[in-house]
């Protein structure tokens, strides 16, 4: 089945660090979209992106997507306490017909230490 | 304009028992799905409804599992005779048609 690969599981980071986690997949995806979840919250969209090595930034955050359309970036810069959560890449399952039939990593929890 | 909402937030149940999640999408908003994540996982699809038509329950388990979403009123996630592998945390998502979905914060449920 189509799965979306995120590693490392967790990241322990310095606060003001820039930190970049990767979202990698055998299939090939139109859509990949990088979501944040707080504790107890659902997932939150942070950046959507359409085209095959589109670079997309949203105030500190900047994600692309993979020119083979098989991977996604994520890039936080000048990290601050706050962005502490779980990172998701997900993408719209293939020949579902709809973009919000959505196949999720397994997340990236991030530390951020003061 | 208020977001997705999830009711109850938290829901406890024994063993057997029924559970209902509740779930009012966005203003506008048609199309809902929701989605299961088990602890330290991600959200998994169970099923797309759009007022009163169940459009796609690919990811709903057989059994014990239904969902519905009613010309008025909330979409409902029934699960009837709980076990201890239902507990999850339950999410809700809308959206206008086709687009990007916008998430609730979820019903944590735990099955004693």
């Known amino acids: 089945g189509q799965q979306l690969n995120q590693s490392p599981q967790s990241m322990f980071i310095q606060e003001g660090e820039d930190v970049s986690m990767n979202c990698t997949s055998s299939?090939?995806?139109?859509?990949w979209l990088w979501y944040k979840q707080d504790p107890g919250e659902g997932p939150v969209l942070l950046i959507a992106l359409y085209k095959a090595g589109e670079l997309t930034s949203n105030g500190r955050l900047t994600a692309q997507f993979g020119i083979t359309r098989k991977d996604s970036f994520l890039n936080i810069s000048a990290s601050i306490p706050s962005d502490v959560g779980i990172y998701f890449c997900a993408g719209p399952l293939i020949g579902s017909g709809a973009n919000s039939k959505l196949t999720f990593g397994k997340g990236i929890t991030l530390s951020v230490r003061p | 304009n208020a977001g997705v909402m999830q009711n109850p937030r938290h829901l406890v149940r024994r063993r057997g028992q029924e559970a209902r999640l509740r779930c009012s999408p966005m203003k506008g908003h048609s199309h809902v799905y929701w989605y299961r994540q088990l602890p330290e996982e991600g959200l998994k699809f169970m099923v797309y409804?759009?007022?009163?038509?169940?459009?796609?329950e690919s990811g709903m388990p057989k059994e014990r599992f239904s969902a519905e979403f009613p010309k008025e009123g909330p979409s409902i996630l029934r699960i009837q005779q709980v076990v201890r592998g239902d507990s999850a945390a339950y999410f809700c998502?809308?959206?206008?048609?086709?687009?990007?979905?916008?998430f609730g914060p979820g019903t944590r449920l735990l099955v004693l």
């Open positions: 409804l759009q007022k009163e038509n169940i459009i796609d």
């Open positions: 998502a809308s959206s206008p048609g086709g687009g990007q979905p916008y």
């Open positions: 299939s090939i995806f139109n859509t």
